[in-house]
């Protein structure tokens, strides 16, 4: 059975039964099976596909990042009603695999960008490089192998940048809040360490926080840092990592055939038991999500699950790091460099395997000298690594007190 049927779960939150004889693609998520759905045409964009069939006013914009990266945006001005925004900006940005769907997926009264709206924020949904509504280039073609030579340092050095500068100059230059999920918020960290973007931050909400990846508990992730720092498949031309394709199955395959490995519920192997999806809106996110990203960046998080640190792209040899750093070695992100006036709301969840309960507390002593004002942490013992964003109680359980955080600054 193992054999013919290989379920596979990835690092965020989906799992994949590639049943490899028949070559169809069964995704399950908490136990429910889905197939993948045709989605719409990248041209209809996130506003018309998900936010207007609600009934709230939704316009597209683009944003080009300094290395040429064309970048969808979407805003939700309005609350359902039609009333206008008289609350600051909000710019949420989605995590590893995922894209601005994130914040659209559940029912309104459930999905934070819905409900950001209703509450008077003026809303600003981010969708990072590689994801399907972000795939222009002012040059480059995805199929191009250097459309993929980035990691999460360009994620953070041009598009949250870009992305963040932007809201600010299309609302008059008003602060705003930022919101991030997973991997939106390591390049939330590391830009504050280095200073960046502080300026146009009037606070920042850091959802399942990855910044430290060291203690990673699960053994799959385990093997699928091993896997990566082979770099068997990025050298072998696999720049894009897109979680459909066969190569990735590929990949899987062979961690689930290491020993040891138990791969008949990798969901929770990977991402911890999340306690609170809508197992009936499994068809939904996928018709959406996964997303693709590239194969470099997946390197670099496994570089940082094994060095236990937070630094540059490492490109293995001192005579590369020399052309690229202008030093031997990569340089760090260092999180004690974060302004200790910047009003930070951090939650984590006790059944969290990537944002590791070890690891959150290992950044929480780098910000240890953090204003006692401007620092909230929030710990929910339940919560895995998905609840975060799509649990039907997150409402509940984050956004409302996360809102209240947002009303004190
Ligand atoms: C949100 O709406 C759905 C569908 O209308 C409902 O089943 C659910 O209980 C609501 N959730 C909350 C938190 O109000
Ligand atoms: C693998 O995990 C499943 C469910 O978590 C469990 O039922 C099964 O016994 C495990 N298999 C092995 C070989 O440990
Ligand atoms: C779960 O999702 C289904 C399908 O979209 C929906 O009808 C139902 O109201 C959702 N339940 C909750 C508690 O949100
Ligand atoms: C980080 O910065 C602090 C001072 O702010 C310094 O003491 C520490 O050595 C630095 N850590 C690293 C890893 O560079």
Redesign the pocket.
Known sequence: MLNSLISLCFVTLFCVSAAAASRTKIYSINGHEGKFVSSPPAADGICRSMVQSQGYICHEHTVTTQDGYILSMQRMPKARSGKPADMPPVLLQHGLLMDGITWLLNSPNESLAFILAEKGYDVWIANTRGTKYSLGHTSLSPNDPAYWEWTWDELMAYDVTASVKFVHDQTGQQKLHYVGHSLGTLVAFAAFSQDKLVSMIRSAALLSPIAYLGQMPSQLARSAVDAFLAEDIYWLGLHEFAPRGGAVAKLLEDICQKPGNNCSNLMSSFTGQNCCLNSSRTDIFLEHEPQSTATKNMIHLAQMARKG?IAMYDYGNEDDNMNHYGQPTPP?Y????IPKDLPLFLSYGGKDLLSDVKDVKHLLGNLKDHDSDKLVVQYIKDYAHADFVFGIQANRDVYDPMMAFFRLH
């Open positions: 640190t760090v260092n999180m004690t460099k």
